[in-house]
């Protein structure tokens, strides 16, 4: 197939659970010889890393580069324009409508948009031209109000209901516009299907078992790991919360346990504001597997957010042990004490950690059952046969059907 392929950021390098979807999807369309045309819309530059990591998987690469945040149309579209913050981030950019004009003269059997706060450049076009496009939400970014809204000051709030609002009316448009909507959870599909009726599948987050398959815990290291991307409010939060309140509850009864944060983004000012010394601010890890092989555990202390969390797979499929909330293994069908430590509130991580320290014959097991679970359900191979029904069907239902 040719496909069209529309994201609003570089899926190189992998600096966030969103981009690895991105790259591996990609990936293993292009492995099973689809032709993929990448147009992106990038705050960063494409530079020769970029090029190489992406050009291979590609008929075309096309960056269109995104205008500075602080820009004074983005200013003014954030508060008077009819759609929320997050589409006019992304929006209101006449090259790159421009560019997707020019390409929609071609042939495209799937043109595929990542995220409904992407596709107002796009949307009027598509109707005009009568194509049809596939839509990804990644999550349902209405249900994000607690974990984006919450740093905003309290004088704010009129706004942040006007914005929530706004969301709301946009996700709609966008869903009712597309011929098909993809959600990343069960969950998250049952809450879209309610408010259009255009159909929602599932298409899996995924994890490269062959990456991660040599890669096993170190029991003997008392480090837990936590891995995010630090442009995203929940990963801010789930930091605050390990620092202040959950390792502090952890070294009453294990001195010994370290925290290692890694991830793209990391704040420099946490060194100073939390600097005991073990915790360890690791910053973006370029090798992410050297870097599990020296913990003994993965904690996945998360209060808000959506979807389901890659962070999480990719721990799961390098055996490490895992304490999660029940957020943070959203959207994957894994049972507390079967596959992982669970806990809602500080004492209960906390007890869950001391737990994975001190008894490693359970740690073993629940990174045993973790992984398998990981490799039969959620390889980024389950991902690309999901997608490829999906773009099957479409493409069958637009082919004429025989006279009776």
Known sequence: MRILWIVPYLPWPTTSGGKTRQYHLLRTLSERGHRITLLVQSKTLADDAVHAALEPLLERLIVVPRRPLKHPLTLLGGVFAPWPLLTTVNGLSAPLQTRFTQLLNEH???????????????????????????????????????????????????????????????????????????????????????????????????????????????????????????????????????????????????????????????????????????????????DLCALQRRCAGFVAALRHGGGSKLKVLEAMAAGLPLVSTAQGVSGLAVQPQAHYLAGESTEALADAIVRLLDEPSLARQLADAARDYARQYHDWAVAGNELEHIYRTLLTAKEPQPCA
């Open 108 to 286: 495209w059997d799937v043109i595929q948009v990542e995220h409904s706060y992407s596709l107002q450049p796009f949307l009027r076009t598509l109707q005009q031209r009568q194509r049809e496009f596939v839509l990804t939400e990644h999550n349902l970014e209405s249900s994000l109000g607690g974990a984006t809204y919450d740093r905003f000051p309290k004088w704010a709030g009129p706004f942040v209901q006007y914005d929530q609002w706004r969301c709301r009316q946009w996700e709609r448009k966008a869903f009712d516009g597309a011929a098909h909507v993809i959600a990343v959870t069960e969950a998250d599909a049952q809450a879209m299907r309610p408010l259009s009726s255009t159909p929602v599948s599932v298409v899996v987050n995924g994890v490269d078992s062959r990456a991660f398959a040599e890669v096993s815990a170190d029991a003997q290291s008392q480090r837990l790991l936590f891995v995010g991307n630090y442009e995203y409010a929940p990963n801010l939060d789930a930091v605050q919360w390990l620092a202040e309140e959950i390792f502090p509850r952890v070294w009453l009864q294990c001195p010994n346990a370290r925290l290692a944060v890694a991830g793209y983004g990391l704040p420099e000012h946490w060194r100073t504001r939390w600097p005991d010394e073990r915790i360890e601010w690791l910053g973006f890890v370029p």
